[in-house]
């Protein structure tokens, strides 16, 4: 009796996701082209073809064409979450503002906005130090149940620290306290704020809950700090934070060296400025303030 042979037949289906690898592998010029011959082949794309280009787009900053793709795209097929939330973040990176929240209430007459589409609203004003606009989009958040995570409240707080308001930056990191745990980049912007004003003692203090949080601090930590002494007219503290530095192994930049210059008078500049020499420290030194005048 003769077996009879089964033929099986592998059927592989290809996700949307991996049909569009070859858009993400190119340029966003690239990818747009096959997007738009796509069309003209009267093969409309669908919706991760058109989010994969608006996302190079986004990557690159270009907000007028990630706008414009998006705005296309309504011709064939609906945007999703994803789609808006490229568009609004390449808007958010060219700082236009104004067309980040058209998108946005756009996107609310039709999608949920997610995490990610404040969180790129609130990096925008974090960057243009528009304290009142980011609490406006904190209490976004919150009203539509979302949960503000710590790329949340670090733009707010970079954004008081910008607005030169340190109050309003410790209060929401307290908030933060509350709701997450605070890393490095929360307490250096809200020590930065503090730099801004002088305010050495409470620096000092957010320097203590640093390293009760067993976080390492950095450069940027201590660049806060010796500016905070610079502003309070501390010379002896601004060296003492510098001399720690060297202790912590933590390497003083060109933006350090200048604010203990600033802290130092003419006649104690030279010793610091032989030291960034023997360092090698590159970058500006700002001389004006430490030579004295012919």
């Keep these: 009796m003769r077996r009879r042979r089964r033929l099986c037949v592998v059927v592989v289906v290809l996700s949307p996701e991996y049909l569009f690898v070859p858009f993400q592998a190119t340029s966003a010029a690239a990818a747009e082209a096959k997007l738009l011959a796509m069309w003209r082949q009267r093969s409309p794309p669908d919706e991760f073809v058109f989010g994969s280009v608006i996302h190079r787009w986004a990557q690159l900053g270009d907000s007028g064409r990630a706008v414009a793709l998006l705005h296309k795209m309504r011709e064939v097929v609906e945007p999703d979450v994803a789609c808006y939330n490229s568009a609004i973040h390449a808007c958010a990176r060219a700082d236009d503002l104004e067309q980040a929240f058209q998108l946005l209430n756009d996107m609310t007459q039709r999608l949920a906005p997610t995490e990610l589409t404040f969180n790129s609203l609130l990096n925008a004003c974090a960057r243009r130090g528009d304290m009142k606009e980011a609490e406006n989009m904190l209490r976004a958040m919150r009203a539509r149940r979302l949960q503000p995570d710590g790329i949340s409240y670090n733009s707010v707080i970079s954004a008081c620290a910008k607005a030169r308001s340190s109050r309003r930056a410790l209060e929401?990191?307290?908030?933060?306290?509350?709701?997450?745990?605070?890393?490095?980049?929360?307490?250096?912007?809200?020590?930065?704020?503090?730099?801004?004003?002088?305010?050495?003692?409470?620096?000092?203090?957010?320097?203590?809950?640093?390293?009760?949080?067993?976080?390492?601090?950095?450069?940027?930590?201590?660049?806060?700090?010796?500016?905070?002494?610079?502003?309070?007219?501390?010379?002896?503290?601004?060296?003492?934070?510098?001399?720690?530095?060297?202790?912590?192994?933590?390497?003083?930049?060109?933006?350090?060296?200048?604010?203990?210059?600033?802290?130092?008078?003419?006649?104690?500049?030279?010793?610091?400025?032989?030291?960034?020499?023997?360092?090698?420290?590159?970058?500006?030194?700002?001389?004006?303030?430490?030579?004295?005048?012919?």
């Design 172 to 294: 929401f990191l307290d908030e933060m306290f509350a709701e997450s745990q605070p890393d490095l980049v929360s307490f250096n912007a809200a020590m930065s704020a503090l730099a801004q004003e002088g305010d050495l003692d409470e620096a000092h203090r957010l320097l203590q809950e640093i390293q009760e949080f067993q976080l390492r601090p950095d450069v940027f930590t201590y660049s806060s700090l010796i500016g905070a002494s610079a502003k309070a007219a501390q010379p002896a503290a601004a060296l003492a934070w510098l001399r720690e530095m060297h202790t912590r192994h933590v390497r003083p930049n060109a933006v350090v060296y200048n604010s203990a210059l600033a802290a130092l008078p003419p006649e104690d500049a030279e010793e610091l400025l032989a030291e960034m020499v023997r360092e090698e420290v590159r970058g500006e030194v700002q001389l004006a303030d430490v030579c004295t005048p012919l």
